[in-house]
T-cell receptor
């Protein structure tokens, strides 16, 4: 079936270190891969996205990579700061229907 | 431009009661969807719609009904609430197809079924 797996479920890093979150998807027709950040008690908000015709995209300290062959995509956060602490979700748009399926989330804690 | 508006923000229901969660968007998005968020389980898709008059099931549709009579509105109905439906519900909308873009979320509805 259509699913998105996300690892790890929790991640603790020291301020200034890098954090990497990985996702895999099942539908080879998926063509859009967003990442969302959700702070406690708030709604999820987009931080970066990538389309299937691009292998990598960067926005300041955040980057996303996509390996279509392996059906993997990853979020990279460099020089982490305490305000990066939140739950991060990956998602994939299913090609035939455009429905957006989310991973189970990663709780990132950045310690000062 | 209000984005995606969900009501109510909080709700307590008794087992067996029915209710409708409201969702409206003013961005002329074709695609609208409902998710539930439970600890450790991420955002699970309940139902979605790609346009007025078109709806389809997501990952966890049982116990929920939807309709899409206009582009702007996408209500979610619980016909007979059960404790297992205690969750935080999010409505989201986006454009699709070649203009595949981010999903905008409402502020969420925290539902407790007792």
């Amino acid at each position: 079936g259509e699913n998105v797996e996300q690892h790890p479920s929790t991640l603790s890093v020291q301020e200034g270190d890098s954090a990497v979150i990985k996702c895999t998807y099942s539908d080879s027709a998926s063509n859009y891969f967003p990442w969302y950040k959700q702070e406690l008690g708030k709604r999820p908000q987009l931080i970066i996205d990538i389309r299937s015709n691009v292998g990598e995209k960067k926005d300041q300290r955040i980057a996303v990579t996509l390996n279509k062959t392996a059906k993997h995509f990853s979020l990279h956060i460099t020089e982490t700061q305490p305000e990066d602490s939140a739950v991060y979700f990956c998602a994939a748009s299913m090609g035939n229907t455009d429905k957006l399926i989310f991973g189970t989330g990663t709780r990132l804690q950045v310690f000062p | 431009n209000a984005g995606v508006t969900q009501t109510p923000k909080f709700q307590v229901l008794k087992t067996g009661q029915s209710m409708t969660l409201q969702c409206a968007q003013d961005m002329n998005h074709e695609y609208m969807s409902w998710y539930r968020q439970d600890p450790g389980m991420g955002l699970r898709l309940i139902h979605y719609s790609v346009g007025a008059g078109i709806t389809d099931q997501g990952e966890v549709p049982n116990g929920y009904n939807v309709s899409r009579s206009t582009t702007e509105d996408f209500p979610l109905r619980l016909l007979s609430a059960a404790p297992s439906q205690t969750s935080v519900y999010f409505c989201a909308s986006r454009t699709t197809g070649r203009g595949n873009t981010e999903a905008f979320f409402g502020q969420g509805t925290r539902l407790t079924v007792v």
